[in-house]
């Protein structure tokens, strides 16, 4: 299930947010962390439940109510499974850095990280990363 959270929405409707400008991220995370339509922030996921580091998207566009960027990399992840990703805007710590998106439905999910790279390849359908 992946889901876009409720209160992303409501921060994007009320102009909080703005994914061109603002800094998107993205975190792998273990079975650990339970999505939650109530969770806001990136406090509500758990360290230990964050694999490898986040990372930065690049060339971010907005197009036909479609969010993409560039494909990313995981550098070296090392650790439990990886479930999913989570989407969030970078603020000035974790209890500021809104949730954007819980994306799960990847076919390569589960995942084991071994140590190396780990590339993310974003989906070039109409539907890109996520749309509205």
Do not use: C
């Not at 603002?22 to 792998?28: G, L, N, P, S, T």
């Amino acid at each position: 299930m992946s889901a876009l959270y409720p209160l992303f929405k409501e921060a994007l409707l009320t102009a909080q947010i703005n994914m061109m400008t603002d800094v998107i991220k993205v975190q792998a995370v273990s079975a650990a962390y339970v999505y939650s339509a109530a969770h806001q922030y990136l406090s509500s996921v758990p360290a230990g439940a964050r694999i490898g580091s986040a990372v930065t998207l690049a060339s971010k566009s907005i197009s036909g109510g479609a969010f993409d960027a560039a494909d990313a990399t995981i550098p070296a992840p090392s650790g439990d499974p990886i479930t999913a990703l989570v989407l969030y805007r970078e603020g000035a710590n974790d209890g500021a850095s809104n949730l954007i998106a819980y994306l799960n439905g990847y076919s390569r999910f589960p995942v084991s990280p071994i140590g190396i790279d780990l590339p993310i390849v974003w989906n070039d359908d109409l539907y890109k990363i996520f749309a509205l």
